[in-house]
């Protein structure tokens, strides 16, 4: 049995990968901020934690943490013109400085595992630009920059990895598909013609924080139903 931490796992995805976990038989800690975290388990142990706030040692037992998760986002879509630097600022905070200041306060109990896993959610937006989305692409970049850095200075005793998925079926996304028409019309823009789903992104997330990617580190997984490399 491991130690997993997840960040946002009352998030659609968070929620996803808390259940794998637990499925497979391991411990979780998993924050929540504004919605509270209904699955019950008893190795599941939730707790209400501000990712703008400080990280509190004694937010979690003092253990060995085998695999950590940073969850949090969201999808600000605005023409460049009116974007703010606030809106840009806002951004940063949840999506970069929230996963660094988890890190940084869980690190000793991540090297006390010699061989954690870290798990970070970028977006294809990085890779492949899309117009409104210069907001998802600065802060994502950013992940992305710190995932290639963090997994460098780690290495070997511990692996960062990140996954950059196309839009998936969730409630941070719901606006963006409130329709038949709208799913209709962006499932159709991916190859494998339909909108990705929260497991499609557990089964990456739990297979990178398992041994059976024991030699993958500073990658980017794109998990997007193909767009990012066939349209």
């Not at 996963?99 to 061989?115: F, V, W």
């Not at 909108?195 to 997330?205: H, L, R, T, V």
Request: charged share 20%; hydrophobic share 40%; with cysteine.
């Amino acid at each position: 049995m491991s130690t997993f931490l997840i960040i946002g796992g009352s998030s659609s995805v968070g929620s996803a990968i808390l259940k794998d976990l637990l499925a497979s038989g391991h411990k979780v800690f998993a924050s929540y901020f504004c919605t509270p975290i209904e699955f019950k388990h008893p190795q599941l142990t939730s707790f209400k934690w501000d990712v703008l706030s400080e990280w509190g040692e004694e937010t979690i037992p003092d253990e060995a943490i085998d695999g950590f998760v940073y969850c949090p986002g969201a999808i600000n879509l605005k023409p460049f013109h009116r974007s703010t630097l606030d809106n840009f600022h806002d951004d940063l905070e949840l999506q970069v400085f929230g996963a660094i200041r988890a890190i940084q306060g869980n690190l000793r109990k991540l090297k006390k595992s010699q061989s954690a896993s870290l798990v970070l959610i970028s977006s294809i937006a990085v890779q492949r630009g899309f117009p409104f989305h210069s907001i998802v692409g600065v802060s994502k970049g950013a992940i992305e920059g710190l995932i290639k850095n963090l997994a460098a200075e780690f290495a070997p005793q511990m692996r960062v990895n990140g996954i950059a998925p196309s839009i998936i079926n969730s409630r941070m996304s719901s606006r963006l598909l409130n329709s038949d028409e709208k799913k209709d019309a962006l499932a159709s823009k991916h190859p494998l013609k339909r909108i990705g789903e929260s497991e499609d992104i557990s089964k990456i997330a739990t297979f990178l924080l398992s041994e059976n990617s024991s030699w993958i580190t500073g990658q980017i997984i794109r998990v997007d139903g193909g767009k990012s490399n066939l349209l």
